[in-house]
């Protein structure tokens, strides 16, 4: 086509962002007008970066990120795929070395009216004004067609569209400039205030490259600015909008981006709600609708569905029927859609939502070459995912890591280290199988969003170990409660920061010595002896930690009794919850503190105290047990709060759900008989005691989870003492306690459940007996059956690492 077609002066092309048929046009166009430079709508910021498009590293969907240097998290994205027109021309300007440019309003001050309009719209909001409208061109121009949907209207008249073929490579162009010249006289600026300094500035750039070259000059830009671009207007007007605007200082650099970011789902607003399709629409050489169903087919057999060539003939001819009854030119994606439904997968949805997550949208993640600008931080980080063979990937993942493994331990320290500084690139979730502490799993998906948290995380460092140590030394400094200094610990400690751990120490130490809440010390407690086992399957010197563990079980051992006198029925129920928690991470420390010390032993084999291992006055390297004060270790922090149990048991101030519990915690451990226990509930299930107190001592004996069903199940003395109780409680208080007894038998699991209903239901007696029996606990035989219990001895020897030489007797202490 001659340029006599075109109207005088620069060559404007309206596009639609990310529209494929406006990159075909796009394509067309230039290769049929050959300008001598290339204007395109973005940030002017980012024209030293435009050589990078042309690294065959460089493979969209990529962004320009620009960010405030002062502030990285106040930033903006300008995304580009493979089918952008803007993308089309910045590479059709490199392969002919023409010059490329963009002509937007700069970012720095972009980023600073998107400040100054967050703020009006908080101001809006308190004085109760709504949102402006704003004109949707699309929309208008559909309405005004007698199409009732802009997406598909656009589709049949633009991205539907093949190559030219001989036709008019500038008729598209100049037909959407008239149709936005009419909506521009019509709407004005359509409610977009910000377009007319956009606008302005666009202008005030055209006009400098027709100075240097002349009307040679085509622009790319959203097809709403054309009427603006071509009207006539003074350089002085346009320079007195941009006058006085504020500015922000601000980086910019290549990052990846998704197809998934690219969907309108994901809130970009110039996105696509299917961006796999549109990739395909211009990808595609011919038959797009054949192409991409056969695409679909080979997705539907990879998971294993059974699909054949005659499915998709039949899909094929089912989606173009659909368009002819429709009067589309091209089946698009609603008639394929309904095509797949109906042929591939059988009418069910299911199988369609996997056509739609992976082949619609996609998961594709753009790539960005080294040599693109990035905070030191972001080259590091980098440098660890290689290292560490963790490329990141836009398709959710589970990873499973072993922590015995150097390369493993490698990637959860890095994981932490992350999420320490904001950038939540996995979340850890419960490990499938093994649920030791030398197993992760964690699930990954990066977006793009977080190289802008890797931009803010600069701030505190160049390196990930580095910015990682430095936020925690800070967050400990400007922690507020004990729980969360305690948190911090454990999180220094999964990330390997033991540069940290001093800082944090100290700042435990001091929060510890100055809190008195019991409730907040128990909380922090088990966080703490999470970390020491942590410690150990990382090899992490945690000495100072234990020596802070054991200084502050002491302290819940004093304050606890206390602390559970007069407490109403809310406030037990949250008590219990922290003695079963400092239960749990007295047994713990006890494990640890004991491995600590069997590894810690004199020439002659004898255990000395360490600066980890001793209590408080032990004097290091000399044999435990001689210490000034006696020392702490574990045998006596598992006696101690042995003691407050008993305490807490024998104490009518003591609610009865904390009652009940203590002697359920002292049972478990041995140092209550069941005669002892048994005694202890029929002086609690007596006619003196009210009710509502009786059935709170049963919650907290029998539930919480923890085995209680079973333990009725198993000694029916307990459950006999609880079927006389509840079946003499009066009526006028069966209603009180009822709630109570609900919230407890429900926990069991329903096979529990159902075999206390079949003993209650026999009579005493028999209860005891069972069917054909003389005594003892149904299922159970009147005495150990040593042939079968000596059956397990050869696995044990084999998870114990023995061998075949150790006495039974040896065996069975080892495994205690």
């Known amino acids: ?414 994981l932490h280290r992350l999420r320490l500084l904001g950038v939540g690139w996995g979340e850890q979730v419960r490990s499938r199988g093994s649920t030791g502490t030398f197993r992760e799993t964690w699930r990954l998906c990066w977006e793009p969003e977080l190289s802008v948290r890797v931009a803010e995380a600069g701030v505190w460092g160049t390196t990930v170990h580095g910015a990682a140590t430095a936020r925690a030394e800070a967050d400990a400094v400007g922690a507020t409660a004990l729980a969360e200094v305690t948190a911090l610990a454990e999180h220094c400690l999964l990330a390997g920061l033991s540069e940290a751990l001093p800082v944090v120490m100290r700042t435990l130490a001091d929060r510890a010595a100055l809190d008195t809440d019991v409730g907040r010390l128990a909380q922090a407690l088990p966080a703490l002896v999470r970390s020491l086992r942590y410690g150990d399957v990382r090899g992490t010197d945690v000495g100072a930690l234990a020596e802070v563990a054991e200084g502050l079980a002491e302290r819940v051992f004093v304050g606890l009794p206390p602390a559970c006198a007069a407490l109403d029925a809310d406030a037990a129920e949250e008590m219990r919850g922290h003695v079963d928690a400092v239960h749990t991470a007295v047994g713990l420390l006890g494990e640890t503190r004991t491995g600590a010390a069997a590894g810690a032993e004199t020439a002659t084999g004898a255990p000395v105290a360490t600066a980890a291992g001793a209590g408080a006055g032990a004097v290091p390297g000399a044999p435990v047990g001689s210490a000034v004060g006696g020392g702490s270790g574990p045998r006596g922090l598992r006696r101690r709060w042995r003691a407050v149990l008993r305490t807490l048991c024998g104490r009518d101030s003591v609610p009865g759900v904390l009652r009940g519990r203590a002697v359920r915690l002292l049972l478990d451990e041995g140092e209550l008989g069941p005669q002892e226990a048994a005694r202890l509930m029929g002086l609690v299930l007596s006619p003196g005691t009210p009710p509502s107190d009786a059935a709170a001592w049963i919650e907290g004996f029998v539930g919480g989870g923890g085995g209680g069903g079973m333990l009725l199940v198993h000694d029916e003395r307990l459950l006999g003492l609880v079927d006389a109780w509840l079946t003499g409680v009066p009526a006028e208080a069966f209603t009180d306690v009822l709630p109570l007894l609900r919230r407890t038998f429900s926990a069991y699991e329903p096979g529990v459940r159902r075999t206390i209903g079949e003993l209650v239901r026999r009579e005493p007696g028999d209860r005891l007996r069972g069917p054909g029996r003389t005594g003892g606990t149904p299922g159970f035989g009147a005495e150990p059956d040593a042939g079968r219990a000596d059956a397990v001895l050869p696995v044990l020897r084999l998870l114990l690492g023995l061998d075949d030489t150790t006495s039974d007797d040896d065996l069975v202490g080892a495994g205690r």
Not at 8 to 35: D, E, I, K, Q
Not at 60 to 82: Q, T
Not at 148 to 164: I, L, S
Not at 359 to 377: F, R
């Open 1 to 414: 086509m001659s340029d006599t077609a075109r109207r005088p002066g620069p060559l404007l092309l309206g596009v639609r962002h990310h529209g494929p048929g406006s990159a075909r046009a796009v394509r067309a166009a230039l290769a049929a007008a050959r300008p001598k430079a290339v204007l395109i709508e973005g940030p002017p910021e980012a024209d030293a970066l435009i050589p990078l498009a042309a690294d065959p590293r460089m493979r969209p969907p990529v962004a320009l990120l620009a960010h405030a240097v002062d502030d990285p998290g106040r930033s903006a994205f300008w995304p580009f795929a493979d089918f952008s027109p803007e993308w089309v021309a910045v590479c059709w300007a490199l392969e002919h070395e023409v010059p490329a440019r963009f002509i937007d309003l700069p970012a720095t001050h972009t980023l600073a009216l998107r400040k100054a309009a967050e703020e009006a719209a908080d101001d809006a909001d308190e004085c109760g004004a709504g949102p402006r409208v704003r004109v949707d061109p699309l929309g208008a121009l559909a309405e005004a067609a007698g199409h009732d949907d802009p997406e598909r209207w656009w589709e049949d008249v633009v991205e539907h569209r093949g190559g030219a073929g001989g036709r008019d490579v500038f008729a598209p162009f100049a037909a959407v400039e008239e149709a936005m010249t009419a909506l521009r006289e019509t709407y004005g600026g359509g409610g977009r205030d910000r377009d007319l300094v956009r606008e302005a500035h666009m202008r005030i750039r055209l006009r400098a490259a027709r100075r240097e070259f002349g009307d040679e000059v085509a622009v790319v830009c959203g097809a709403w600015h054309v009427p603006a671009l071509r009207a006539r207007g003074s350089g002085a007007a346009d320079r007195e909008l941009l006058k006085g605007l504020p500015r922000i200082r601000t980086d910019m650099t290549w990052v990846p981006w998704t197809n998934r970011r690219l969907a309108r789902a994901s809130g970009y607003g110039a996105g696509i709600d299917s961006p796999g399709w549109y990739g395909h629409l211009f990808r595609a050489p011919d038959r797009p609708v054949e192409r991409w169903l056969t695409r679909v087919a080979g997705l539907l057999r990879e998971e294993d569905r059974i699909v054949s060539s005659a499915h998709v003939i039949e899909a094929v001819r089912l989606a173009e029927a659909l368009a002819v009854l429709r009067g589309r030119p091209l089946p698009g994606l609603g008639e394929t859609t309904d095509a797949v439904r109906a042929v591939l997968c059988e009418g069910s949805d299911v199988p369609l939502a996997l056509v739609h997550d992976r082949l619609v949208v996609g998961d594709v993640l753009g790539e960005v070459p080294e040599s693109a600008p990035a905070v030191p931080l972001q080259r590091d980080l980098a440098r660890e995912q290689r290292r560490l063979r963790l490329k990141p990937e836009a398709l959710e993942r589970e990873l499973d890591l072993d922590l015995r493994k150097e390369t493993d331990a490698g990637r959860s320290r890095l």
